[in-house]
Every structure is written in structure tokens, then in C-alpha cells.
DNA sequence: TAACAATGTTAGTTGAGCCTAACATGGTTC
DNA sequence: GAACCATGTTAGGCTCAACTAACATTGTTA
């Protein structure tokens, strides 16, 4: 999968899920949904045309290739990891952690990404174990001192 | 503090990197810190010297005011967090973790920032406790599976 | 001190990615 | 079917941040 720019991966991410909702995505779609003007999704999606990553019609509809769709479909997904990561695991706000995940997801190498989907799996599964790293780690943030040894484990 | 580009953002860490090594940062050295030409520098410190983030006598050093001096500082901190977020943490490659750093650095919301600095603070004390987080977390990366409840803990 | 090498600067170009203004098309409504 | 409106496109321009080529300055060395 070859490497595309923060610009580039914004229109396909858009497109996947314009197309995952509509089934259809027009120029002013993408253009409400980047908040750009149609005249810069036009050009965005000639050059993405001629990349092989999307196919257009003229006055017509835009539709993402099968290489378009897996590397929209990648983006959206680190994005989602981010998300996940930023909200579940250090517990921030939705809209805190949906701002950051936009503007990280165009950043994120493969060995990272599997370390972070480990992190979040691992904070997912703490939660019905008994010792909570969740847990123990807000309250660390709350009160910025550490719980008690084995404070959530029932066992001791 | 204003906002600064990305590109704003590198030349300031790498003059306030080159200022901490050297003492005195030349057009030269940043060109070759930051990979691009030397015109590109003289360019750049021209637009940085009109926002009054650094004064440059012709032909001569390069200097960062105080403004520029807490911009260049405060990228570098944040560079430093994420470094030790995915090194610490995640415990991922030197080189990974300083590339993705490198990345990220730019992208980080305030809020973000804090958590991730309260993840290695709660990282770097469970190392001294019972419930030792990094270990856990490690054991599952790499089995796939929750490690036994209380297996750190000495007092079960 | 004259010449040369290393470094810094200027001028002009390029490409990405956005914009506005003007024009084109196609679908809806009278 | 003609007029109109929403949508799409083209043309041309702007900014940012890089580049090359040519020129200027500084400092070192014969």
C-alpha cells in the first residue's frame, strides 16, 4: 500500500464512510464533511482518479475503487484505535479524543498501532479481572498517588 | 502562546536542541538537522524573525528570543512524553518510538498531553509496586492472555 | 594579502492544497 | 418545455514550504 498524504487519506477516510452510510458520496457531501469548498474536492478527487483510487462520473457520483476502499478503510480504522485508546484507556472526553485521534491517524506506524490495539484489548479485559488497571489508573490520575497493592483484588 | 506550524514547530526544537548542545546555532547545522537545503532555513528564520521568535544577525548566529525559546522548549517536552510513552509504555523499538515522537509531537491537544505524562509517572511507580502494570501488560502482548490475577503481587 | 573553500543569501520556480468568481449541467417546478 | 435552483466544474490566484542556480560574504591558508 503505497503512501499518501494527511490530505489524500482525509478525502478516502471521508468517501468510506460516506459510502458506508449512503451508499452514494457526492462533491458537496465530502465538501460538507472536510469543511472545504466543492472546487477543492473536485480537484482532490481528479488526483485521486488518476491514482486509481477513485472513480468519478462527470456531474456524477463518486465512487472509491477497491484500493481506494482499503486504504480509506485502514485510515478510518487507526483512527477508531485512537479513539478508543484516547477515550477508554486514558480516559478523555469524546470530543477531546475524537479531535486528536483526526489529526494522529495520519501518523501512526504499523508498530505502534499493534502496540496500541494490545493496550486497549488489555484495559478491555482488565475489566473483569481482578486486578483493574483502569482502576488503578484513575485513581493515579485523581489523586496522583498510587492504590493500594492488590486494592481491587477480591483474592487477597 | 500563538499556534505554530508544523513546520514552525521543527525549526524552533531544533534551534532550541542546537542552542542546549552548542551554544550557537548556525543556518548550516539546522539545514542539516531538519533534512532540507540551506535557502529553506534562511527562508524560515526570516518568517520566524518577523514573529519575533528569533533574531538573526546577517551572516552570523541564529539566536531564539524568550518566546521562541518556550515554543522550541515546549515542542521538545512534548516530543520527550511521547518518546517515553511508546518506549516506556508500550515498549516499543528506540527508533519507532522516536519516529512516531518525532510525528505526533505536533498533534498533541493539552489534555492529551496530561494523561499521557500521568500514564508514565503511573508506569514508572508501578515498576517500585506489587501490581506491576508494565509486566502484566507485557505478558499479555506477548501471550495473548491475561496473566494470572495478584501474579505480581508478593502479599497473595 | 590574495585566493579559495565554506557558509549564507537572493531570485526565481515548483507543487500541494486551499480559495473565489464565473460558468455548465441536470433535475424540479410552473 | 422553459425557467430556475442546486450542484458540479473550470479558470485563475494565493500561501506555504520546499527546491536549484547564481551570487555574496567570511574566514582560512598558501
Redesign the interface.
Known amino acids: 500500500m503505497a503512501r499518501y498524504s494527511q490530505s489524500e487519506e482525509d478525502y478516502l477516510e471521508t468517501l468510506y464512510l460516506l459510502q458506508q452510510e449512503n451508499k452514494v458520496a457526492r462533491v458537496k457531501d465530502v465538501a460538507q464533511a472536510l469543511d472545504v469548498k466543492m472546487p477543492s474536492v473536485v480537484a482532490a478527487i481528479r488526483s485521486l482518479s488518476e491514482k486509481g483510487l477513485v472513480e468519478q462520473e462527470k456531474y456524477g457520483h463518486i465512487e472509491l475503487t477497491k484500493e481506494g476502499i482499503k486504504v480509506g478503510k485502514d485510515v478510518y480504522k487507526r483512527h477508531q484505535l485512537l479513539y478508543a485508546f ?1 477515550h477508554e ?5 469524546p470530543e ?1 479524543s475524537e ?2 485521534a483526526c ?2 491517524e495520519h ?3 504499523p ?2 498501532r499493534e ?2 490495539l ?2 486497549v ?2 484495559t478491555r ?2 475489566k473483569d ?3 483493574h ?1 483502569l482502576k ?2 484513575m485513581y ?2 485523581k489523586t496522583g498517588e ?1 492504590p493500594e ?2 486494592s481491587g ?1 477480591k ?2
Open positions: 484516547f484507556v486514558l480516559g478523555l472526553d477531546v479531535e486528536d489529526q494522529m501518523h501512526l506506524s508498530e505502534t502496540r496500541l494490545r493496550i484489548e488489555y479485559a482488565c479481572d481482578k486486578v488497571f488503578r489508573f493515579f490520575v498510587m497493592p492488590c483484588c483474592k487477597c
